[in-house]
């Protein structure tokens, strides 16, 4: 919606909470929101830090009911999940793990109609915060947003955790909060996740993300490579998770994400993250919205530095017709994408058309530095 909302509008989770201990100390900030809590995570997750979070709620006195995820976030396993909480009679629900365990989480909570926890094992995403999942179908294309009343009430990081996670995950994290300001900063006219316009704070938020990641996304991006929690992560790891998510819910997306949705029709970018097919997204609207040269090759260069792909081929699409890619050009303009909170002209060839400029450009850069 554009031009005719009035008021303001800002949401958030109540709590955040970042630290290298913060599982060991879950109790004191998961405590209030009940006795009983659904876990759900995959097998993975679950050895790597929810064996840890489980015996430390239950020394607490607290009962947790465990469901492994499946994979996706898509309907099916939302309403299964979702009958196993609510024949425990479950207060509320703790997602342990990535954007897809966390959306799906969401998801059950609301339906159930009580609070959720978020607890990200990596800083991959900036879905903790927010109350919309992103669902998919079960073979992994992009499905629907969905909203919620409330956003998750307590988030919180280890990042102990955070850092022993493979370096591409905060990588991709990078490129899903690079997209955060590029997108907010071209739609302060349209309405926003919460259906008000952003207000400066949202704004404020989304330019400070970019300038973190300018600062410390490659510092932070090493520090990851060998397991070390520097400042620098502490910053990156924020910037990804709170700032980000705060930024893109209550500031808004653009062309960056609805090109992302509309990529996920390739298969070969199913194994793809979602902040590497992101970012590529970053690279078309920033053709998309006129951006000068030297802006993009700003952008380009913290791109490449922490490896996140500025082409389709780094995306594992290394050939392509014109067809395929009119394809995501017109999902990509699908009537309820956040593309249309653009202000500039849309339509399927313009979009086709920035797409493939921005492969070029991609191209371009990655032969300059030698990286192709
Ligand atoms: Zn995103």
């Given at each position: 919606m554009k031009n005719v909302v009035t008021e303001?509008?800002?949401?958030?989770?109540?709590?955040?909470?970042?630290?290298?201990?913060?599982?060991?100390?879950?109790?004191?900030?998961?405590?209030?929101?009940?006795?009983?809590?659904?876990?759900?995570?995959?097998?993975?997750?679950?050895?790597?830090?929810?064996?840890?979070?489980?015996?430390s709620l239950e020394q607490a006195g607290m009962k947790v009911v465990y469901v492994r995820f499946n994979g996706e976030a898509s309907s099916a396993e939302i309403a299964r999940v979702q009958d196993i909480g609510a024949q425990n009679k479950v207060e509320y629900v703790i997602a342990l793990g990535g954007g897809k365990t966390i959306d799906t989480a969401k998801a059950v909570a609301d339906k159930l109609g009580v609070p959720s926890a978020v607890l990200p094992t990596t800083a991959s995403t900036d879905a903790p915060c927010s109350a919309l999942s992103v669902l998919y179908t079960p073979h992994g294309e992009f499905d629907r947003y969905s909203f919620f009343n409330k956003n998750p009430t307590?988030?919180?990081?280890?990042?102990?955790?955070?850092?022993?996670?493979?370096?591409?995950?905060?990588?991709?994290?990078?490129?899903?909060?690079?997209?955060?300001?590029?997108?907010?900063?071209?739609?302060?006219?349209?309405?926003?996740?919460?259906?008000?316009?952003?207000?400066?704070?949202?704004?404020?938020?989304?330019?400070?993300?970019?300038?973190?990641?300018?600062?410390?996304?490659?510092?932070?991006?090493?520090?990851?490579?060998?397991?070390?929690?520097?400042?620098?992560?502490?910053?990156?790891?924020?910037?990804?998770?709170?700032?980000?998510?705060?930024?893109?819910?209550?500031?808004?997306?653009?062309?960056?994400?609805?090109?992302?949705?509309?990529?996920?029709?390739?298969?070969?970018?199913?194994?793809?993250?979602?902040?590497?097919?992101?970012?590529?997204?970053?690279?078309?609207?920033?053709?998309?919205?006129?951006?000068?040269?030297?802006?993009?090759?700003?952008?380009?260069?913290?791109?490449?530095?922490?490896?996140?792909?500025?082409?389709?081929?780094?995306?594992?699409?290394?050939?392509?017709?014109?067809?395929?890619?009119?394809h995501v050009a017109e999902l990509a303009c699908a009537p309820n994408e956040t593309i249309w909170n653009l202000d500039c002209v849309i339509n399927v060839d313009v979009v086709f058309n920035a797409i493939k400029g921005a492969e070029a450009a991609g191209r371009s850069f990655l032969l300059k530095k030698g990286l192709l």
């Open positions: 303001k509008l800002f949401q958030s989770p109540s709590k955040y909470i970042q630290g290298p201990s913060a599982i060991k100390n879950a109790p004191i900030y998961l405590g209030s929101l009940g006795k009983t809590a659904l876990l759900t995570a995959d097998d993975v997750v679950y050895k790597i830090a929810g064996a840890a979070l489980t015996s307590v988030v919180l990081v280890d990042t102990s955790v955070v850092a022993k996670a493979p370096a591409r995950f905060l990588s991709a994290g990078i490129g899903d909060a690079l997209a955060t300001h590029v997108e907010a900063r071209e739609v302060r006219n349209a309405a926003n996740f919460g259906g008000g316009l952003p207000t400066l704070l949202a704004g404020a938020i989304s330019a400070r993300c970019e300038e973190i990641l300018f600062k410390y996304g490659k510092l932070a991006y090493e520090s990851n490579k060998v397991g070390a929690i520097t400042p620098a992560l502490e910053a990156v790891v924020e910037a990804n998770t709170l700032l980000s998510g705060l930024g893109f819910e209550s500031g808004g997306l653009a062309a960056a994400h609805a090109i992302h949705n509309g990529l996920t029709a390739l298969e070969p970018t199913h194994k793809m993250m979602h902040g590497e097919k992101v970012n590529f997204g970053t690279v078309c609207q920033l053709i998309l919205c006129n951006a000068s040269v030297e802006e993009i090759d700003r952008y380009l260069e913290l791109m490449t530095s922490v490896d996140l792909p500025v082409t389709l081929a780094q995306l594992g699409v290394t050939s392509v017709t014109d067809e395929e890619l009119g």
